[in-house]
């Protein structure tokens, strides 16, 4: 092959790599997502077995997510207003302490179940302004503007392939030396995103300047995005696959223990399963060269996910459950991830902020809702029937959405076009 051929051919791939502070960010994210995954994977197999309780699995749940559907607007507001840059590395200087403070009481035997509620609503708190700041600085990080697609798609692609190696590996150190160490793991990971975030040249950036108040601009946020039907659209199907899709993640344990019969280990294979699916749809979004199209991924996705889910309810054959887990980790990426690109290239730059917050309360804020009528509902018909009839109403949201693309692209359509991404 022509050297030179190659090298034109990686640069189209990833041509967000050719700005360097998303590399210093990708390399510093990397990292510390590894972490993330670790300590997500061992604090639910924690409150299993301190509880043995799916109600308690889902109330965890719950309480780590809950204060994003509550506080993301204004955090909306105030990366619109501040900083992304130094909010950022502020809120992971908070989330290290958090992981720290895990890592202390579970390696010194003192970890109670109210102690795991209290650190994953602190852990809330920071999500609720870390992810529209996170969500907002991409456009920061790349140099041309046409380059924001490709960098979206590799950050679901590098969440992703954390998602696959963080669940192994913990679910490993899980079986061999407890919680307490993945969640002090966690907490040194998050040393690399610092670093990577203090060495970035950050040009300065212009705000413009308002008397409106917090309540005036969070109304502002939402009547923008309620008021356009393509965003409208978007962020309630993102509500819809994080209120149903995505309760199987708290009751995982159950199923590596009772109906599949396995461990920790069992656990940690079934999520990276997951993350190999979820890893193979942000392959594919990041190699794709055009926004065009993805209104027909993002409609597909949720049936994908659907089918997963169901098949996964219906499994009592670890095979096939690890099987059916790829379907849930693609279809779960390809909607949140498609729908991230769409919503970034079509906002406008001075809501950024408050539309990324409102898109991250769409699938972070709504979660603990789900997982907590999640869990009361398992207690009342099983696990295995809760996750099915959350299939079931992911295909509908698939169904709904298809009904719905023709007008959205029409409604779309100038946008692209005054931004050169479609002909006149």
């Known amino acids: 092959?022509?050297?030179?051929?190659?090298?034109?051919?990686?640069?189209?791939?990833?041509p967000a790599f050719k700005s360097r502070n998303y590399r210093l960010f990708f390399t510093g994210q990397g990292i510390s997502l590894i972490g993330t995954w670790m300590t997500q994977l061992a604090t639910i197999w924690l409150v299993y077995h301190l509880t043995n309780s799916a109600l308690l699995l889902g109330i965890v749940g719950f309480t780590s997510q809950i204060p994003s559907f509550f506080l993301s607007p204004f955090g909306g507001v105030f990366v619109d207003r501040f900083s992304r840059h130094r909010t950022l590395i502020?809120?992971?200087?908070?989330?290290?302490?958090?992981?720290l403070a895990l890592a202390v009481l579970t390696l010194t035997g003192a970890i109670h179940i109210w102690q795991i509620i209290v650190l994953s609503l602190f852990q809330g708190f920071i999500n609720a302004f870390d992810a529209p700041a996170r969500q907002a600085f991409v456009i920061e990080l790349v140099e041309n503007r046409e380059d924001l697609t490709n960098a979206i798609a590799i950050n679901s692609t590098m969440f992703?392939?954390?998602?696959?190696?963080?669940?192994?590996?913990g679910g490993l150190i899980l079986a061999q030396v407890g919680a307490g160490y993945c969640f002090l793991i966690d907490g040194v990971s998050y040393i690399a995103v610092i670093i990577a975030l203090l060495a970035m040249h950050i040009k300065p950036k212009q705000v413009l300047l308002t008397n409106a108040s917090p309540l005036q601009r969070i109304k502002e946020g939402f009547d923008y995005v309620f008021g356009f039907p393509p965003l409208r659209s978007i962020v309630l199907l993102s509500a819809l696959i994080s209120f149903f899709g995505m309760q199987y993640t708290i009751f995982a344990p159950i199923f590596a223990e009772k109906i599949l019969a396995g461990g920790a280990e069992t656990l940690g294979f079934l999520m990276a399963a997951s993350g190999v699916g979820?890893?193979?749809?942000?392959?594919?979004?990041?190699?794709?060269?055009?926004?065009?199209?993805?209104?027909?991924?993002?409609?597909l996705a949720p049936g994908i996910l659907g089918l997963g889910l169901i098949g996964f309810a219906l499994s009592r054959f670890l095979p096939l459950s690890l099987?059916?887990?790829l379907?849930?980790?693609f279809g779960t990426i390809m909607q949140i991830a498609?729908?991230?690109?769409?919503?970034?290239?079509?906002?406008?730059?001075?809501?950024?902020?408050r539309v990324m917050s409102l898109y991250t309360m769409s699938f972070l804020g709504v979660l603990p809702i789900g997982n907590l009528l999640g869990g009361a509902l398992a207690n009342h018909i099983g696990v295995s029937n809760t996750i099915i009839i959350d299939g079931l109403v992911c295909m509908l949201g698939s169904l709904i959405f298809i009904k719905q693309l023709p007008s959205i692209r029409e409604l779309i359509r100038p946008i692209y076009v005054k931004q050169g991404i479609l002909a006149k």
Do not use: C, W
């Open 90 to 99: 502020g809120t992971q200087i908070l989330a290290m302490i958090q992981s």
């Open 1 to 14: 092959m022509n050297p030179t051929g190659a090298n034109q051919k990686k640069r189209l791939i990833l």
């Open 338 to 353: 498609a729908g991230n690109t769409v919503v970034q290239t079509i906002v406008d730059e001075d809501k950024r902020g």
């Open 278 to 299: 979820a890893l193979a749809g942000g392959i594919y979004l990041a190699t794709r060269q055009t926004v065009l199209g993805l209104g027909k991924v993002i409609a």
């Open 160 to 169: 992703n392939g954390a998602r696959l190696i963080g669940p192994a590996i």
């Open 323 to 325: 099987f059916t887990m």
């Open 327 to 329: 379907f849930i980790g």
